[in-house]
């Protein structure tokens, strides 16, 4: 089963950009994978997913502002924020995902990493 550990978030104004990592203890070569985020009081939600050769899709809530990445050498998913707002606070995760954007995750999940940006 892949170990999922995610880093990288923090604490931004309004406008600021942060950039997560998630790194599995196992390959991810032949997976969608895809960022998740779980606000206050909300279901968690799928954001973004990249297929393994690269193709990437989005919600509309992120497009534009959002560029999901991956290394599969390095075992290694990457969200780049940019635009952030208030409304982007929460707990992101990584996990696997189905094309083009519909949970599908492990059986496990990561801690997550926080995100939270003040107005």
């Known amino acids: 089963q892949v170990q999922l550990v995610e880093s990288g978030g923090g604490w931004v104004t309004a406008g600021g950009s942060l950039r997560l990592s998630c790194v599995a203890s196992?390959?991810?070569?032949?997976?969608?994978m895809g960022w998740y985020r779980q606000a206050p009081g909300k279901q968690r939600e799928l954001v973004a997913t990249?297929?393994?050769?690269?193709?990437?899709n989005y919600t509309d809530s992120t497009k534009g502002r959002f560029t999901i990445s991956r290394d599969n050498a390095e075992k290694t998913v990457y969200l780049q924020m940019n635009s952030l707002q208030p409304e982007d606070t929460a707990i992101y995760y990584c996990?696997?995902?189905?094309?083009?954007?519909?949970?599908?995750?492990?059986?496990?999940w990561g801690q997550g990493t926080q995100v939270t940006v003040s107005a």
């Open positions: 996990n696997r995902a189905q094309w083009p954007l519909r949970p599908f995750p492990f059986n496990t």
């Open positions: 196992g390959s991810i070569l032949g997976y969608t």
């Open positions: 990249i297929i393994s050769g690269g193709a990437t």
